[in-house]
Structures are given as structure tokens and as C-alpha cells.
């Protein structure tokens, strides 16, 4: 049986990866995604009865939810409030399992997106009587993956 149709035995252990902002690892993450979402355009010609399809261009987005250990969204607010220009970042999620099938062929799995604004709530406190950790949940947009 071909390599392409076999059972993957050993797939991408998801805990080994990294994520980083701006070239900084961000150690206190716990889970990051990156997403490419086409705009379509469907359409059919006379006759036809099925459309066809094309992409006609793509949203990226992604999040970075993280246990808070610096005041990293408090400092893009704040930058922001003094300059009134949006913050961008270059955000890149990098996969590397190496006892996986995947590696194995493919090696370390990186997505580096660049124009990225943050789109979500910026959480600038959060107090609570049963004592949790903050986790923050950076929602963003890119512009473009290099």
C-alpha cells in the first residue's frame, strides 16, 4: 500500500509546538490557531446544473488563549491610546513533533502570518473570588501569510 493511504500510526502530538509574537516566544500559551477561510464565489453557466467554484480571495484569522504572565495586551492598548495607530504584529505557530509520521516526511510544520491586529476583547483585569488563573484569548487577523 502506498505511504498516502496507509494508517497514520503516529500523528501530530498538538502540545509539541510553539507560538510566538513578534519573534517572542510566548511562553505562557497553551493553545494557538492559525485559519485560512476562502471567499468563494459559486456560479453556473446555462445548462449546467452543478456550480462550479473559485476561490476569490481568503480571511486569516487565528488566537492565541495564554495564561497571563506579562502585561502584554495592556502595553498594545496603552501604545495605541499614545499613538492612535494600530498595533500589528507578525504572529508565527510553529508544529514540531518530531516522533510523528508527519515530521518524519515533512519535517517542523511553521505558519508565519504578518499584518496581524488583534480583533477581539482585550481583557485589561479580571478579578474573581474563586481564585482562578487569567487566561486571556488574543483573537486576531492577518493580512497575509509569508
Known amino acids: 500500500m502506498a505511504d498516502e493511504q496507509r494508517y497514520n500510526e503516529r500523528p501530530i ?3 509539541k ?3 510566538f509574537i513578534d519573534g517572542v ?3 505562557d500559551s497553551i493553545k494557538c490557531e492559525i485559519k485560512f477561510t476562502p471567499d468563494v464565489w459559486s456560479g ?3 445548462g449546467e ?3 462550479s467554484r473559485r476561490w476569490i480571495g481568503a480571511t486569516i484569522t487565528g488566537n492565541i488563549t ?3 504572565s506579562t502585561p502584554f495586551c495592556k502595553e498594545k492598548v496603552m501604545a495605541y491610546i499614545r499613538s492612535g495607530k494600530t498595533p500589528e504584529m507578525t504572529i508565527q505557530g510553529i508544529i514540531n513533533d518530531e516522533n510523528s509520521d508527519y515530521y518524519e516526511k515533512y519535517g517542523t510544520d511553521v505558519v508565519t502570518c504578518v499584518g496581524c491586529v488583534i ?3 482585550i481583557p485589561l483585569t479580571s478579578l474573581d473570588s474563586k481564585g482562578q ?3 486571556d484569548n488574543v483573537a486576531f487577523g492577518a493580512k497575509n501569510i509569508v
Open 66 to 68: 495564554r495564561r497571563r
Open 133 to 135: 488563573v487569567i487566561e
Open 119 to 121: 480583533t477581539g476583547d
Open 17 to 19: 509546538g510553539k507560538a
Open 49 to 51: 446544473t452543478t456550480d
Open 44 to 46: 453556473k453557466l446555462l
Open 13 to 15: 502530538n498538538i502540545r
Open 25 to 27: 516566544e510566548v511562553m
